[in-house]
């Protein structure tokens, strides 16, 4: 599987234990930046990368990591065909891929540590949507707001 994978400062060194952890479980990381710690970067730039990536097909998967989790989940759902959710605990990095077909998982690293963001991204990756009559309803709707017009 291949992941894309992004941050901005505040989530540069979680990312980059990220990055290892995927490698030692035998997936392949598209390391979409930063690629050197930048205070004055900017978490749009890389939830944009990750969230095409994903949108675009050349990964399955993507995992975004600023401060907060919050503005890189506001950023990479501007992009369509990107499901990007903010998880912090475990139910919810399943459920919503399971129920809601969700391929960008975004972090926090100001509020969670590495033990809990490396099983937030085992219990991601190992997530497959349902496709379950009542969650498949529920994402067409979802997808009919990316529609024109």
């Given at each position: ?106 972090l926090g690293a ?39 017009g």
């Open positions: 599987m291949r992941i894309a994978l992004g941050a901005d400062h505040g989530g540069f060194p979680l990312k980059g234990e990220i990055a290892e952890q995927l490698r030692r479980e035998g997936r392949q990381v598209v390391d979409l930046g930063a690629h050197q710690y930048d205070g004055a970067d900017d978490y749009p730039d890389f939830a944009r990368a990750v969230a095409e990536a994903v949108a675009g097909g050349s990964a399955e998967r993507g995992i975004v990591i600023c401060g907060s989790g919050v503005g890189a989940s506001i950023a990479a759902n501007k992009i369509r065909g990107a499901r990007a959710g903010l998880c912090h605990d475990t139910y919810s990095a399943r459920q919503a891929v399971e129920h809601d077909d969700m391929n960008v998982l975004c100001r509020v969670i540590g590495p033990a809990v963001a490396a099983e937030l991204v085992r219990v991601f990756l190992g997530a497959q949507f349902s496709g379950e009559d009542r969650h498949l309803r529920r994402l067409r709707k979802v997808l009919s707001f990316e529609a024109p």
